[in-house]
């Protein structure tokens, strides 16, 4: 039995209950189960909690990648940049589409795209930028806007991690030509299963993407291309509904959680041990997770010992996706992106979900101090 796990989804499930359980019931009495008027309502409310013209629910966040970049008829022969550490999917996104990835670095103290090695990356093939918003804290957008009009890129957010965050005042999912979401169970807008969405203010992009999820099919049974079947589940929709005007409360508590991990830390002076990454004062971070950086080693025992003590951890990335066996085919090597290999070997996630709660964050922490007392003590 875990003391404090990583992520628990029964307990925002327990605080809607009743609303959820009521929009299952009417799904199922409207005998609707795929798209259909639920899946059209979320898009709509989506759109206009982002303010964007246009929103098309998918099968999945990945989905939504590799929608998006078939929208924009990125295929092969095109190049797409993709930071070097991120979840796998940003980058197989780009290798399902055809194209092919180039990756580009990423900053050391926030572990999001570093747009001067974007920069240094850029070809006369290079058709897009995918910047991912790690962690929850939107990508610096401004370089890569400048990058993108000199160079007539197409900027695509993966914004999987970031519902609910904002950079210079806009919301994550506005910042570029297209963005992707995930409803992920874990992500800060979370189904009961998988999900995804692309958003746009383009109005053609949006009506080829709807027909993308649908087989390519428009009028029904005609196929002027070929899409997939990425369609939205109506129950997922539906739920989403029920959690979508919750889910600034949602953001503010993992604000509010990241900001007493900070204070604890500072309390128990494991600040140089365990170095959260940075916070950047140009947006809103939504803190989908709370990473720290271990730089003397520790890491790994240090996990253990948390999973010993019932304590959820995770390391999100081990392995950068350059290094990835199924990548090996576009030739990189380990050196070619050191900031990214470093912080594959550094960084933790500590329990976060907004349900967790002052005694448990304490819990975390002090386990933290007494694994390096003893550490400290049989290295003395
Ligand atoms: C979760 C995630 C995805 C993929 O979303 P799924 O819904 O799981 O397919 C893509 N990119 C990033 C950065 C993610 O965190």
């Given at each position: 039995m875990m003391q404090v796990p990583l992520f628990d989804m029964r307990l925002q499930y327990r605080g809607l209950q009743k609303a959820i359980e009521e929009a299952i019931q009417r799904v199922l009495q409207s005998g609707?189960?795929?798209?259909g008027p639920e899946v059209a309502a979320f898009e709509n409310e989506v759109a206009r909690y982002l303010g964007v013209g246009y929103a098309v629910g998918c099968a999945s966040g990945t989905d939504a990648l590799l929608l998006a970049l078939k929208a924009l008829d990125i295929g092969p022969g095109d190049e797409v940049i993709v930071p070097?550490?991120?979840?796998?999917?940003t980058a197989a996104s780009v290798v399902r589409a055809g194209a092919t990835p180039v990756f580009a670095d990423v900053e050391a103290d926030t572990a999001n795209l570093d747009p001067r090695d974007v920069a240094e990356r850029i070809t006369s093939r290079t058709r897009a930028v995918i910047a991912v918003h790690l962690f929850g804290q939107c990508a610096e957008m401004e370089p890569l806007w400048k990058l993108a009009e000199r160079y007539g890129l197409y900027i695509i957010e993966d914004a999987a991690q970031a519902f609910g965050a904002e950079y210079q005042g806009k919301k994550?999912?506005?910042?570029?030509?297209l963005a992707c979401f995930s409803f992920y169970p874990?992500?800060?807008?979370?189904?009961f299963g998988d999900a995804g969405m692309v958003v746009t203010n383009d109005p053609h992009w949006a009506q080829r993407l709807a027909r993308l999820r649908v087989?390519?099919?428009?009028?029904?049974?005609?196929?002027?291309e070929l899409g997939w079947n990425s369609r939205l589940d109506a129950l997922q929709a539906a739920i989403l509904r029920v959690k979508l005007p919750w889910v600034d409360r949602f953001v503010d508590a993992r604000r509010a959680i990241a900001k007493r991990y900070q204070e604890l830390l500072a309390q128990e002076n494991l600040q140089t041990e365990m170095r959260p990454l940075v916070q950047r004062p140009y947006g809103k971070h939504s803190f989908n997770q709370f990473v720290v950086r271990?730089?003397?080693?520790?890491r790994d025992a240090l996990m253990r010992h948390l999973s010993q003590h019932g304590i959820g951890t995770e390391i999100?990335?081990?392995?950068?996706l350059h290094l990835q066996p199924c990548f090996r085919e576009f030739g990189?090597?380990?050196?070619?992106?050191p900031v990214s290999e470093q912080l594959s070997q550094e960084v933790l996630a500590l329990p976060m979900y907004p349900e967790l709660t002052y005694p448990q964050q304490k819990i975390v922490i002090q386990s933290c101090t007494a694994y390096y007392r003893q550490a400290l003590r049989l290295a003395a």
């Open positions: 609707q189960v795929i798209l070097a550490f991120t979840f796998f999917a994550a999912g506005t910042l570029g030509h874990t992500k800060n807008l979370g189904a087989h390519g099919m428009e009028p029904k049974y005609y196929h002027a271990i730089t003397n080693g520790h999100y990335y081990p392995l950068p990189y090597r380990r050196g070619d992106f």
